[in-house]
């Protein structure tokens, strides 16, 4: 069984334009950077969320800044 929920979510055009970047940057699906996004928070507020499967990621999402 797959560890994931397909969901629908209504989002912002900036939002969306901002994931679709990352995502290409970093060769990722959309879904994997909103996934990282959200770990990321639940582990700032003291919530980390356990490893659901292999394409999950438990490192912490630092902003990227241009030198």
């Known amino acids: 069984k797959s560890p994931y929920v397909s969901t629908g979510v209504n989002l912002e055009t900036e939002v969306v334009e901002f994931?679709?970047?990352?995502?290409?940057?970093?060769?990722?699906?959309?879904?994997?950077?909103?996934?990282r996004i959200i770990r990321d928070y639940a582990e700032r507020v003291g919530t980390p969320l356990p490893r659901k499967g292999p394409?999950?990621?438990?490192?912490?999402?630092t902003?990227?800044?241009s030198a």
């Open 55 to 61: 394409d999950d990621t438990s490192a912490v999402f």
């Open 19 to 35: 994931l679709d970047q990352m995502a290409a940057q970093e060769e990722r699906p959309r879904s994997f950077i909103i996934n």
């Open 63 to 65: 902003e990227r800044t």
